[in-house]
Structure formats: C-alpha cells, structure tokens
C-alpha cells in the first residue's frame, strides 16, 4: 500500500453566489487591474483580502 501524497495546494470546496452585472463589471476590473486571469481567482482575492481587513479591524466579542 502507498501512501496517500501530500497536497501542493490547500483543498477547495466549490460554492454558489450570485452576482448583479454590475457587481461582475466590478470584479472584473478589479481583477483586471492586478493581472488575475479569471474570475474565481479575483473573487477568491477579494474575500482573501476582506476577511483580512476584518480580522484586523473587528472588535471584540461580548459573549
């Protein structure tokens, strides 16, 4: 038996979101703007980028 290889690259798991035209036009020239050659990899920026700003900036919990 052999062992399983390592992954190069973290796992993905496809998701659905819906976007307006406008929102699309948006993405696009953001992506557009930093050479990202499609649409998944600029939204995966994106979100990459917000969650940043986010954990960053978030206060904290009152639980």
Do not use: C, H
């Not at 659905?16 to 995966?44: H, K, N, P, V, Y």
């Amino acid at each position: 038996m052999t062992e399983p290889q390592a992954r190069s690259y973290p796992e993905r798991r496809r998701i659905g979101s819906t976007f307006t035209e406008a929102e699309l036009e948006e993405i696009d020239r953001w992506g557009f703007a930093r050479q990202i050659r499609d649409r998944s990899e600029t939204i995966r920026q994106l979100v990459a980028e917000g969650l940043t700003k986010t954990a960053t900036s978030e206060p904290a919990s009152s639980n």
